[in-house]
């Protein structure tokens, strides 16, 4: 049995009609028959609208079943509506072998009328939108301005954006405009300052390491580590990611002003072991700057947590045999072994987000091989935070200190802008 519905009228009157085929049948397999060859697609709404020009207009869709299968979610819907124009258009739904149609027909006149006042807007980063005006009123020219809803801009990004004015009126028609708004990207904004902390080993208050205070002060302890992340949530920093770390530096992205990135370098197992569990238990992400050549896929493998984002710190480069800084080799190496040793390390890591040079040691050709094999980011050793502007390949770091104390970590985490002399 087959039949056409085209309204909800229509289908009343075949599910009536089917269910009495039901009650003649039993409820053997007659009714097993019905429930699985039911098909039919009934439209929503009105099959001929009207509306101003602009007009908003929600598309009230149909509701389709083949074989007692629902599938309204994928009906197939054609459309060349165009409210920006007057015409006669044409809604097309199609299931199967139904097909249904709806008219909509655009006037040459908004119903409401609603003007925007100036033109498209450009301004930088960091500047304050100012919005260029609007007014709206009804056929019998009640002023409706005051009850124009505009959509909320993200500011906070460079880009091309699109702000939406809706004004409705008594009869609950309703029209739409649109005014872009371009965001260009701006390194000169009064920015807080990024603070990068830099990490390197973390420990058990109740089982200290044989070398605790022969290390360069780059113990932590777990304790205090948990007391610090928790403080941090209790203020509700931000953590962005390396991509909107680049972002930021290129002046393209501003972070809420309580904003930190929490690294830790080397990537030894026993700071990993000590590492997981924190992380999870504050569900807070963190960077660790592997030496892959150290175990490094085994520690990938087993040390796998959501927090935990792996990123290279290089292959086999972390060793003396250069000249600058702390005479680390990857600066001075040449760009051949750079590179190698480089792609071990992507392929360990799974990431060339971000960087850590060896030793902090920078050089021109090092960071020209980073940005050849299209890292994002790479840290220094350098004391100080990142504002927009900065060398996204060179960016400074804030060093965490064995026994700092929670009060020091405040100070330096917390939002200062950049002095200028």
């Not at 948990?226 to 962005?240: A, D, H, M, Q, V």
Request: aromatic residues 10%; glycine residues 10%; charged residues 25%.
């Amino acid at each position: 049995m087959s039949r056409r519905i085209r309204s909800k009228k229509d289908l009343a009157l075949f599910t009536g009609i089917m269910a009495l085929g039901v009650v003649i049948l039993g409820f053997g397999l007659g009714g097993l028959w019905y429930y699985t060859s039911e098909s039919y697609m009934v439209m929503a709404g009105e099959e001929q609208v009207t509306i101003g020009l602009n007009g908003v207009f929600d598309d009230p869709g149909v509701e389709a079943k083949i074989s007692g299968r629902d599938v309204t979610a994928k009906v197939d819907v054609q459309s060349d509506l165009d409210v920006s124009r007057p015409g006669e258009y044409t809604i097309t739904y199609t299931a199967g072998n139904f097909h249904e149609s709806r008219q909509v027909t655009v006037l040459d006149r908004m119903s409401p009328e609603l003007e925007l006042e100036g033109d498209d807007v450009t301004m930088l980063l960091g500047e304050e939108y100012k919005e260029p005006g609007y007014h709206a009123k009804a056929t019998d020219g009640t002023d409706l301005t005051g009850q124009v809803k505009v959509s909320r801009l993200d500011y906070r990004r460079a880009g091309k954006k699109t702000l939406t004015y809706t004004v409705t009126d008594g009869e609950g028609n309703a029209t739409r405009l649109t005014r872009k708004v371009t965001i260009q990207p701006n390194t000169k904004w009064d920015s807080p300052g990024l603070p990068i902390c830099m990490f390197h080993y973390v420990y058990d208050e109740n089982d200290p390491p044989d070398d605790l205070h022969r290390r360069y002060g780059n113990y932590i302890s777990a304790q205090a580590l948990t007391e610090e992340i928790n403080w941090l949530k209790s203020e509700n920093y931000y953590f962005p990611s390396w991509k909107e770390v680049r972002d930021y530096a290129d002046g393209k992205l501003m972070l809420p002003d309580k904003s930190v990135v929490l690294t830790f370098d080397d990537g030894e197992k026993a700071t990993l072991k000590q590492l997981i569990p924190i992380v999870e238990a504050c569900r807070v992400p963190v960077t660790s700057f592997l030496i892959t050549s150290k175990k490094g896929e085994k520690k990938v493998k087993e040390y796998v947590s959501p927090y935990l984002i792996f990123q290279s710190h290089t292959h086999e480069l972390h060793r003396a045999g250069g000249v600058p800084g702390h005479k680390g080799a990857f600066a001075v190496v040449t760009e051949e072994e750079r590179r190698s040793d480089l792609e071990k390390s992507i392929e360990v890591c799974g990431s060339r987000d971000a960087f850590a040079y060896p030793y902090g040691d920078w050089s021109e050709s090092a960071e020209a091989s980073l940005k050849e094999e299209g890292f994002l980011c790479a840290v220094t050793t350098w004391p100080g935070k990142v504002y927009p502007g900065d060398d996204p390949l060179r960016l400074n770091r804030q060093r965490m200190f064995l026994g700092q104390g929670l009060g020091m970590f405040q100070s330096k985490v917390a939002p200062a802008r950049k002095t200028t002399p």
